[in-house]
Each structure stands twice: as C-alpha cells, then as structure tokens.
C-alpha cells in the first residue's frame, strides 16, 4: 500500500515548548515528502519537502524534519512553538507514476498553541 | 505571479445547477491537480492534468466534469450533485507531471454546499 500516517491527531502545546509531530510512509521506489500547513482559514502552505541529500531538511518559520529511511518516518520538529503556529499540519508522500504524479496526505495534525 | 487563483470562493448551489468553479495560474506550471476536502479530513486527489491532458482520475462521479482549456487554465464543471459533495475544493499546480521535489502549489479552494 502506498500511504502516508500521521499519529497524532490533536497536539496541545504551551509556547515555548519543543514541537515534534510524527509522520510515517509506506511506499516502495523514490521517496518525495512534504509537509504543509493550513492556518485556519487558509490555503495549504509548503512548510519543507525532502527528495534526495541530506536527511535533515530545513523550512520555513523555523521548521526542520528528519528524513530516517530505516524507520520510513519524517518527523516535522521545531524547538521553540508560538502562538501562531496554530494550524493543522499535513505530512505528504508524492507517489511517482507513469502518466504524472500525485501528492498523498496523511490525515492531518491539528496543533493548539497556548500563550 | 507565485499563486494559484480560485474562484469563487463561495458557491452555494442547488441539487439540480450546473455551475463551474475556476483555477488559474501564470508560474508556467504543466500540471494541475483538482483535491477535495471534507471538514476535518486531508485533501484528496480527484484529477490531474499533464500538459492539458487528464492523465489521472481518482475514479470520480461523473457529475464532476474537469476541464483545462489551456496551460494556465483548469475548470471543474459541476452538475447534479448531491448534498454529500460539499466540501472545499482545492487546486493545485506544480511544475511538471513528474515533478518529484517540487511540491505542489495549492489555491484557497472554493467553499461548496449543495443544497
């Protein structure tokens, strides 16, 4: 199966506090992942995308995630949470086929940040 | 020009309308995509079309009609749909069909409800 998980539905975060959200693939062949961001409201926004060289991958707004090919994860990380950084984030597996491709979401994590 | 402009981003229509939602853009991306998302859930693909052509359909009801005039262009048609169909409508693009790293640049969708 080609798919992507992510194993926190809801996080609720003090400001200040460290951030890591766990996200899973399972699919064969060239890996591409992303992740994005939805403020409320808003449009889908690339946070960072990994397809190739080092693992550790930087975004925007103080954003990183670590690419572990052994455990088929791409965690999303940021040390210190803000108050904006209420959203729903999205992990994503871009799946590389014959006639295009297409980008698969994981079922989203929403993250509350407390000022 | 680095967006994806959607239009209208409200629609209300009834079950027996035919309306038509619009997507443009001019980054000189080649392919577009068509995601539905329902409250609460992640963006699901419906189309993708490669240098305007259709080349993948995620097995969607025929009362949604895509439609790319032009490379810059990309139309859903809607026509009897159901209730159950409301939800927000995205549209992506993204420099090529294979365009492994680059990540999809995503509209602010349309609001449908169906009445």
């Known amino acids: 199966a080609q798919s992507v998980s992510q194993h926190n539905h809801h996080v609720i975060l003090s400001e200040a506090a460290s951030l890591e959200l766990g996200c899973n693939y399972s699919y064969g062949g060239t890996v591409n992942l992303f992740w994005y961001v939805q403020y409320p409201g808003q449009h889908l926004q690339l946070l960072l995308k990994y397809f190739s060289g080092d693992p550790l991958v930087k975004g925007i707004k103080g954003f990183e995630a670590e690419f572990i090919k052994s455990k088929f994860s791409f965690n999303l990380r940021k040390p210190s949470v803000q108050w904006s950084d209420t959203a729903e984030y999205f992990c994503?597996?871009?799946?590389?086929?014959?006639?295009?491709?297409?980008?698969?979401f994981g079922a989203g994590t929403i993250l509350r940040v407390k000022s | 020009d680095t967006e994806v402009t959607q239009t209208p981003k409200h629609l209300v229509m009834g079950m027996t309308n035919k309306k038509s939602l619009k997507c443009e853009q001019h980054m000189g991306h080649r392919a577009m995509y068509w995601y539905k998302q329902k409250a609460k859930k992640p963006p699901e693909l419906m189309f993708v079309y490669s240098y305007e052509k259709l080349s993948i359909n995620e097995s969607v009801p025929s009362r949604f009609s895509p439609e790319c005039p032009n490379s810059s262009l990309l139309n859903l048609h809607l026509h009897a749909l159901q209730p159950e169909d409301s939800a927000l409508y995205l549209c992506a693009s993204s420099q090529g069909p294979q365009g492994a790293g680059y990540g999809y640049t995503f509209g602010s969708g349309t609001r449908l409800t169906v009445v």
């Open positions: 994503a597996g871009m799946i590389l086929m014959e006639y295009g491709n297409k980008l698969v």
